[in-house]
């Protein structure tokens, strides 16, 4: 998990000053500190979100800066908060309601899925939702079934709605703020492991746009796709593949709603092989898209089935000998890329 | 939860003032609940001859909840509505027309076509949408009350829902925003009674207006059929929440002419023809309002007239424009999915 | 719509007795009704389910026979109905919840998901959560964005739930007996404008298993995998294609979760070309679990890229002439399958 | 929202008469509450030593609403818990050790480690399990109580949650349900205060009682630090929804002595350390009740310290048990997916 990621399209559009090297929890407070300053129609509403900065601190100091009417502490009430996100969004503010684990967006599903997602389209294009909802997902972090799910899928399906998953707190800081800046709604997932991933960002303001992957690492002879939590694990495994003069590719979509297909299929019918890693349940998950497309869009360039690697299809459980089960690790990873490249 | 409350009591010399000084602002409300009566039955016919798609929730009935709220409102004010909501949007100004238009999936619609009845949606007359899930703008409308306040501009934001929204969970849940947070809101429940097809006594335990007062929210209960009374209640209830006094809630006991949609014909089953009889015959807000400026001198009846036919007119002359209007082009189908 | 369909596996399912005819919503209705009387622990909740019968009509009679203890109306409160059946169902009680769009089943996710789907789970295997949650999809019926989405990927998703689509009255009375008898908690996805599909019950109880897909018509040339609503557009498309003298496999799956996939894949390895066709949203949808399912199975058997036709990726307007657009036709299908076929 | 009832004024002799029909009763409550107490203090341990799995939500200081509620309660009948949950586990009948079992992610666990800290479930002793999902349970207890109703049982379902669940819609929405159908269900809020670092003074607006009344629900709120008093507001209320007259709703005030989780050390933000210490000191129930018994005569001091070895024994074994008990087998992961 501490292998450095190799961010080949920082350079490109990063500005011209200096690289810092900052957590991505960091790189999220310094966003949202850097967009409330910029725009005064930018706050953020959750659980627990202003003194106690949330569960996970990454808040911490943004009411200090900002005071409790930016920065507002809400009632346990995800379904009312996505609602109130959505009025406010339509009437000239830009919110940003932190839904505190993303287990809890069944209880907002309502909210994010018939309103925000279709007001601009039922009102012919003329009301706009340009709101953000900012959760978490992943497990591994002994809180059992109702709290480690990665259900970013959910979203990804819904037409009016974008999903942003950084991996990395560059990535984290370029999507965060374009996704404030986005006139549409976004939902955003944080991993909850990775808050403590360091990274360099640079001082510069940035912004990445949605819809463009990010090849992690470069290869040739198997493509890698990994989301949020598994790029760092599809890294690792391009590590232990190296060593077996495997040359993987490790390719971000970053975005899975807009999705950069080309570069998805551009990169496996380079490679001619391909594995997609992600950690929301495999049925009916994201891996299932991403898979689709790839089979389809390379389908004359395949040496080999594209192969999907999600979370196990069952509730996440307690139990740390259980639960590391469920999860892709690199060793399966790199164990699956040598099977496919016929090195068993 | 049937009982209505009587208009004040007023002296003879305060009453005379309330006509004099209301006189306009009657007349005009007549002229809307009689838009709202004449387009819904316009809405009925085009659907009885399939001329129509889909379906649509007629308002005719609750005409007096619309107009007397939207009557307490400036014109930059919020309203949300519900799948029940032709009634509203003209209430705050739209056009017959548009809505014609709309409502046949036409191109000049207020939605280029794309909502239809329960989706109209019109930023200029601060209408913020209708909405096909019920209860499902009460968090829009509390978001837009929270806006007027996070940007200081005074305007107040109405939710208008039907007793049936009683049973959604997020009505409480940003009622004590709202509360907790003193936003300028009314939560307006029209309680017709029914919940489509069963009657509220079968699904709502308790008082509907504690419900709303346990949230500390001012809460009246009034008699939804008298125009002039639910001005009054709203226009105290608006003010009040624009000085930032908190959210207010009223209880506006009404009752819908036709069935829960156009297709809703066979009724009987759950509101017997003598309820429906008497609630059109003795509780008409249109007949209430007319026979109250007729007999307090404010018109007669040539005047009332010309009003019935300039509104017959417009309505035709809207539904007309509907139905001329072109469709949408195809290739439309795939724009505005985003912004 | 009206090609009468092929339901090849039901002789060998059904019981010896007669067949009649009935519309789907009928086989609907008797279902319930049979299971109602077998089992008293059996009931059905929901909006306007009792005398109203639904808007649909589909339980007209019920509360007739069965009483307003048994069919209740309820008020209008998906959240709270489903998890009132979840408890009702983990104290010995057979609960069928109506919820009555699909629409609205945002409002009941964190019921369905985090409480149904995993306290058997959670339990470590003591408590059972035999609950039905019946529930509609399907547009083209004019009534917009909201009432019009065909939302059973989300439900697929989850492990811990079941989830069935009959496309036919046969399947419908089968897989609802099986629903109910199930002691797990399932979505049972009924096509709102199917309601009047005619086909042959049996006299005779029987079930159908889950994860069993059945061939609707079976060919040689290409497989089309349908579900639900898109069973009888596939159904029409291979008619259109007989008559080009492409031979066409129609694969109903029946249920998304479990999954047949070795039928799915076995077709298309015999035809070696595949469509998949559902009325969700195309984009993380159903279609794309199962063309992934199948390009991978069928890696090594498929002369061209398996294809996917969803529901537009938009939300669904309501003017007719666009909504029109965004649903998968026969004609599309059968465009599709040409060019599959290299007939263009 | 703070204040709390007295115990009702009793006449000495009545008094005498309850004390001595009590005596048992109480000298269990007393057992019961340490080891709740007594559980919680070596679950912090095994969190500062590094020897349990992931977090958990401490109960110390609230033990008496568990207490006294769960021995107004038939065995048979049902309760639901909260991720604040060890407390109702035990004082429903759950065993200390396979408690620790669960906690510790191990395979003799109550749910064989699958479940944890905020899933325990023991349908044994009508325990239909904790909940992670603020709010969570109130369904579950309400189609409990249903059940009981069809099936004519005469169980009645408990459910607890925080003040912090207030704000869950779904909570309403099954309230109401529950008033409709006069089902056999007793909701108790316990009100500490906080949810997790927020004050509910932010968070919650009106009358917390008021939120059940209007629903027609018999509310009551009650010192929950009295375990006696605890006792007969849930008795009264536990009985009269057992005879068919409806659900009940008990807001018991009460506080948590520790963190919102084992984790929460630096506190000073949301609450002073002067307010721990008042209700450590001052209003700690295991306090209350022991001096309650000391002075009524019904134990001596070393009555009570005997008790207190043999709870602390009783914990001790239990975590004993589960350090030393075996994981679940790796292959059990795909098991209970389906049933
Ligand atoms: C969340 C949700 N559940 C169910 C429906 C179906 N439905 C449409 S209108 C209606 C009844 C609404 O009753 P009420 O709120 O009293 O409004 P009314 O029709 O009487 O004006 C129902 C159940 C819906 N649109 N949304
Ligand atoms: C639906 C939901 N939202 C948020 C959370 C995160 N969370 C866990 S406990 C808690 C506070 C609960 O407060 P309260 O109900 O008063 O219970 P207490 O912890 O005080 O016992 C929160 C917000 C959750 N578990 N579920
Ligand atoms: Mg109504
Ligand atoms: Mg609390």
């Known amino acids: 998990m501490s292998t450095p990621s190799v961010v080949s399209s920082q350079s490109s559009q990063a500005g011209t000053g200096q690289m810092r090297e900052v957590t991505l929890g960091q790189a999220i407070r310094e966003t949202l500190a850097e967009e409330l300053r910029r725009d005064p129609t930018v706050f953020i509403m959750g659980e627990d979100v202003a003194e106690a900065g949330t569960p996970f601190k990454v808040l911490s100091g943004l009411v200090e800066e900002f005071g409790p009417q930016r920065i507002i502490d809400s009632p346990i009430s995800e379904a009312g908060i996505s609602g109130l996100g959505v009025g406010a969004a339509m009437t000239g503010m830009r919110p940003i309601i932190d839904i505190m684990f993303g287990d809890f967006i069944g209880l907002a599903m309502d909210q994010i899925v018939n309103q925000a997602a279709k007001v601009h389209y039922m009102s012919g294009g003329k009301l706009r939702v340009p709101l953000v909802i900012r959760t978490t997902l992943g497990a591994t972090r002994r809180t059992a079934a109702q709290h480690s799910q990665s259900l970013h899928a959910w979203v990804s399906h819904i037409p009016g709605l974008k999903v942003a998953l950084p991996s990395t707190p560059y990535d984290a800081k370029g999507l965060l703020k374009t996704a404030i800046r986005d006139d549409n709604p976004v939902i955003f997932f944080e991993d909850k492991m990775m808050y403590q991933l360091k990274g360099q960002v640079p001082d510069d303001d940035y912004t990445i746009p949605f819809g463009v992957a990010d090849v992690k690492r470069a290869g040739t002879d198997i493509t890698l796709v990994a989301t949020s939590s598994m790029v760092q694990i599809a890294l690792a495994a391009a590590e232990q593949l190296a060593e077996l003069d495997i040359s993987a590719e490790v390719v971000d979509p970053r975005t899975t709603t807009p999705l950069d297909k080309e570069t998805l299929i551009a990169s496996a019918q380079k490679t001619s092989r391909a594995i997609v890693i992600d950690e929301g349940y495999e049925r009916y998950g994201v891996t299932a898209e991403l898979a689709a497309v790839i089979a389809d869009g390379a389908f004359y360039y395949l040496d080999a089935p594209v192969k999907r690697l999600g979370a196990m299809d069952v509730p996440v459980p307690f139990s740390p000998v259980l639960e590391d089960q469920t999860v892709p690790t690199a060793e399966a990873v790199t164990q699956l890329a040598k099977t496919l490249c016929g090195r068993v | ?339």
């Open chain 2, 1 to 339: 939860m049937t009982q209505t409350k009587a208009p004040r009591e007023q002296s003879a010399q305060q009453r005379a003032a309330d006509v004099r000084e209301g006189a306009e602002q009657w007349m005009l409300a007549y002229r809307l609940m009689l838009r709202i009566r004449f387009f819904e039955e316009q809405v009925n016919d085009l659907y009885r001859t399939a001329r129509m798609p889909g379906l649509a929730h007629l308002y005719s009935g609750e005409e007096a909840v619309a107009v007397g709220v939207c009557q307490a409102l400036r014109p930059d004010d919020y309203i949300t509505s519900t799948h029940r909501g032709h009634g509203h949007c003209l209430a705050k100004g739209a056009s017959i027309d548009r809505m014609f238009a709309e409502l046949l999936g036409k191109e000049p619609g207020y939605c280029r076509g794309k909502g239809g009845s329960m989706h109209i949606a019109d930023q200029e007359t601060g209408n913020l949408g209708a909405n096909a899930i019920v209860g499902g703008s009460a968090g829009i409308a509390t978001g837009a009350a929270f806006s007027s306040k996070m940007l200081g501009t005074g305007q107040v934001a109405v939710c208008f829902f039907g007793d049936g929204a009683l049973g959604q969970g997020v009505l409480y849940e940003v009622m004590n925003m709202a509360s907790l947070w003193k936003l300028p809101i009314l939560y307006v429940c029209e309680n017709n009674l029914y919940n489509e097809y069963t009657h509220n006594a079968e699904t709502t335990a308790g008082s509907m207006l504690a419900r709303a007062q346990a949230f500390n929210i001012e809460a009246e209960e009034i008699d939804g059929q008298d125009v002039r009374l639910v001005y009054a209640t709203a226009q105290r209830l608006v003010e009040r929440a624009r000085r930032g006094d908190g959210p207010g809630f009223l209880l506006a006991n009404t009752y819908r002419f036709h069935g829960h949609h156009v297709g809703d014909i066979q009724r009987t089953y759950y509101r017997s023809k003598e309820e429906e009889e008497y609630w059109k015959a003795e509780r008409d807000p249109i007949t209430i309002l007319g026979n109250w400026l007729l007999e307090e001198h404010v018109a007669d009846a040539a005047q009332l007239e010309r009003i019935r036919s300039e509104a017959q007119e417009e309505v035709t002359a809207g539904v007309e424009f509907g139905l001329n209007a072109p469709f949408p082009e195809i290739s439309e189908v795939t724009e505005h999915v985003y912004a």
